[in-house]
């Protein structure tokens, strides 16, 4: 999108510098790299930066309205629902679909879900650096926007996780963090912070204080840097564990597990904004758009785009068995826009914020990027196609 820098990329571009990029990867971190990397970056120009700036803008106005836990308790499941929620989310996660607004011609965004739950905050501080050594990056571009550079985003991050605490106070919660697609995101973690990954099984409890084994020792846990989803765990029926997250412990979570119903695809109907697609709960719609063949059916309680159906007739939305588990988005159309050297490609932005407890506004640190050929972004419809996968954005400064 800013024609300079993609034309100086992909000049140099070839499937086997690709290859030399992946294989660094592998070399400094083997084994971790689970998920498909794109072949690129995308290059965000300075009014598509300002309008994702304001969009995202949009969404905290309404997450900051004195009324929004209100309006968003009944997101969360009563067996779900874990003591001692927060006053704010200490993460949040937007993604948008980058689009072409009809009217002026100008590329905008346009919100596709959020999340108040982390993201790949270690990786996406990491890869920028693996693109800049293996392909021309220009000094006028960067992935970091409230933060000047990465050793202050690390600083910001570090103040965010560990507060006052030590490193070995602190844990990353996972199901099996070893077999997990993100692992590359908790092994820099651990990397960059000091902050291990610890699975859930591996939790000890003693009262109402948690532990885990280190070098034949045990470690009191006083904050728990969440990553795991309630959605993961009730596909392990039988697992056995001393701690439950429901239960009542003291722990400070770094990202309560109640922001993760809170801050999802429950809140796109509240949100208006021109650069939010109209949104309904399907239980509170008395009739359905005239046009449903332009929305996309969303269960309100999924994850990484489990059960979303583009495709769907009246008699579908009468035979779902619960209609307030789902909603009604109106469909965007991603602009492709990305030059690959065999045509245009679509992709999809997601703004990463960080809300320490003891600050008053969010702060929107860096992205990560997805490039797509497929029907929908995601893994399941990209399959054996080249420019598509998880990359940064790099911002125009």
């Known amino acids: 999108m800013i024609s300079e820098a993609r034309q100086q990329f992909n000049a140099v571009f070839s499937p086997a510098k690709y290859q030399e990029m992946l294989a660094d990867i592998d070399q400094q971190l083997p084994g971790q790299l689970d998920f498909r990397v794109a072949e690129t970056p995308i290059f965000v120009p300075a009014l598509l930066r300002d309008k994702l700036i304001n969009a995202g803008q949009d969404i905290i106005n309404v997450i900051q309205q004195a009324n929004f836990k209100a309006l968003t308790n009944a997101a969360i499941p009563t067996a779900q629902r ?45 890869l920028p650096e693996v693109f800049a050594a293996h392909f021309p990056i220009p000094s006028s571009v960067s992935p970091y926007l409230a933060v000047a550079d990465n050793a202050a985003y690390h600083r910001e991050m570090r103040r965010l996780l560990l507060a006052d605490e030590q490193p070995e106070n602190v844990i990353l919660l996972e199901l099996f963090p070893e077999k997990q697609k993100t692992r590359i995101d908790f092994f820099l973690t651990e990397k960059f912070w000091g902050i291990k990954a610890v699975c859930l099984t591996k939790i000890k409890k003693n009262g109402r204080e948690l532990f885990y084994e280190k070098d034949d020792r045990l ?17 392990h029926e039988n697992l056995q564990t001393e701690f439950n997250l429901t239960d009542d412990v003291d722990v400070t979570w770094v990202g309560h597990p109640n922001w993760f119903f809170r ?64 909603l009604l988005q109106r469909k965007v159309n991603y602009e492709p ?5 065999d045509g245009l490609v679509k992709c999809e932005i997601r703004l990463l914020y960080s809300w320490p407890a003891t600050d008053a506004q969010p702060k929107l640190l860096t992205g990560l990027g997805r490039l797509s050929r497929g029907e929908m972004i995601g893994v399941d419809f990209n399959k054996d196609k080249d420019w598509v996968g998880g990359t940064t954005p790099l911002f125009e400064r």
């Open 219 to 235: 470690i009191k846990i006083k904050r728990i840097y969440n990553r795991i989803i309630f959605d993961e765990l009730t596909r």
């Open 263 to 326: 801050i999802s695809k429950y809140t796109l109907p509240l949100i208006k904004s021109e650069f939010a697609p109209a949104s309904f709960y399907l239980s509170e719609l008395a009739e359905y758009p005239a046009d449903l063949e332009n929305y996309v059916l969303k269960p309100l309680f999924s994850f990484a785009g489990a059960g979303v159906r583009l495709h769907f007739t009246a008699d579908d939305l009468d035979a779902l068995p619960d209609k307030s588990n789902y």
């Open 82 to 126: 874990v003591p001692n929620e927060d006053e704010h989310a200490e993460f949040l996660t937007f993604d948008f679909a980058v689009c072409r607004n009809a009217n002026t011609g100008e590329l905008e965004p346009q919100l596709i879900e959020m999340q108040g739950f982390p993201s790949l905050y270690a990786f996406q501080s990491w």
């Open 337 to 341: 826009v990305v030059q690959s050297p």
